[in-house]
């Protein structure tokens, strides 16, 4: 129920609430009087209290809502790196979440959705944000490992998502991956979240700017309102995105590192270049060596939830 | 509560006691409450605004209603209806 019926009706009840209150005496004695006294102190509140909480919950799944609080602003700029091995981001702009929802729609599982120890994470995030001590940007972690049921409640079945061999390959299978066996994010697969340690090296993209389209005029007047969406502090395209080593750190600096570079290299080579979904570079997410130019898959990994083999090298 | 001895035609029952009206006004007090903060969460939901409402808004307002039900069966209970 939009606010504008929601919020009079409240206004509305709470007179005739405060009217009953104070004429309780007069109220009680009369059958018009009791007729009203069920409807303002028990129906209406009633009805209000199951509108009102359905609202609450649907805008908080907002992503307006979710990036109300400070801490979860750099996951917003993070769905606008111009890099397409990022999944947020490659989701986000180009719709493949809905934008609106953005947040919600790859944590589904997340507090007032979730099961009851999801509500009681949500409880605590409140409880940090306002009581506790609020980590560092890239410092904040799942409490529990991103589930892909969260990823598959899209891609399952889907005939793209079958018919990608590294899908059905030895570090994955169909299977594996339908039952949670195997992350989808495990490294050297999508191992690249919303990186958002490493955003200030970034390029960004937004939807209505094309500086290298109109290289003579100012980019002023369109995208006002798009602007407003992506309160971002430094400035549109002029980061630079130097040696991303330099400040890695974290989940998967080898890879995040390779593939800032990598994105440098494509920036400088041909600035023009915006990969679409019917892009036949699409497939090269799907290459057995994710970024072209990364040492990535040589590099010794750290704190990631391990697929087999990579343990198996450790051992001897 | 039900001291009442003598015959009571349902239509004309005695005037409600004051622990009744007391009961009313707690459940209206409740009830503003309640609302006044769900009014302030459905306006511009933040979480700031929304934590009132859940933990506090919305348990007083089932709080009033529960309490305008002990007053209907209390009252039924006076009028020999129940």
């Known amino acids: 129920m939009p606010a504008v019926i929601l919020l009079p009706l409240i206004l509305l009840t709470i007179a005739l609430v405060a009217w009953l209150g104070l004429s309780a005496k007069a109220r009680a004695a009369g059958r018009a009087g009791k007729i009203l006294l069920l409807v303002g102190m028990f129906g209406l509140p009633g009805f209000l209290l199951a509108a009102g909480g359905q609202k609450a919950v649907h805008d908080s799944g907002q992503r307006e ?77 799942l409490y529990s490992p991103y589930p892909n049921k969260n990823c598959l409640k899209c891609h399952e079945h889907s005939r793209r998502f079958e018919e990608v061999k590294q899908h059905r390959g030895p570090k994955a299978g169909l ?66 995105p130097a040696d991303a080593d330099a400040t890695g750190g974290g989940d998967s600096d080898a890879t995040e590192g390779a593939a800032g570079g990598d994105d440098a290299g494509g920036a400088a080579a041909e600035p023009t270049k915006k990969a679409t979904l019917n892009d036949p570079e699409v497939d090269d997410l799907f290459d057995d060596d994710p970024a072209p130019a990364a040492p990535a898959p040589t590099e010794p990994t750290k704190d990631e939830p391990k697929p087999e083999e990579p343990a198996k090298e450790g051992t001897p | 509560m039900s001291d009442a001895t003598e015959t009571v035609i349902a239509a004309e029952a005695p005037p409600a006691k004051k622990t009744d009206v007391k009961l009313l006004r707690w459940t209206a007090f409740l009830l503003i409450i309640g609302l006044a903060l769900e009014a302030i969460a459905v306006a511009a939901l933040s979480p700031t605004t929304f934590v009132p409402f859940a933990f506090i808004g919305a348990p007083c307002i089932l709080l009033g209603m529960l309490l305008y039900l002990v007053h209907v069966v209390r009252e039924l209970k006076r009028t020999k209806a129940l």
């Open chain 1, 175 to 240: 299977d594996k991956l339908y039952a949670n066996d195997v992350s989808c994010l495990q490294k050297g697969c999508h191992d690249l979240g919303h990186g958002v340690k490493l955003l200030d090296e970034m390029e960004t993209w937004k939807p209505g700017v094309f500086p290298e389209d109109k290289p003579a005029t100012e980019d002023g007047g369109g995208g006002d309102d798009l602007d407003d969406l992506f309160d971002e502090p430094s400035g549109g395209g002029d980061e630079k």
């Open chain 1, 65 to 141: 809502f979710c990036l109300s609080c400070h801490e979860m602003t750099p996951y917003q700029r993070s769905l606008e790196i111009d890099d397409r091995e990022y999944l947020p981001a490659v989701h986000y702009q180009n719709n493949l979440v809905p934008r609106d929802t953005a947040c919600y729609a790859c944590h589904t599982d997340y507090t007032l959705y979730g099961d009851v120890s999801a509500k009681l994470n949500g409880l605590k995030h409140v409880y940090v944000h306002f009581l506790g001590d609020v980590p560092a940007t890239g410092e904040i972690h």
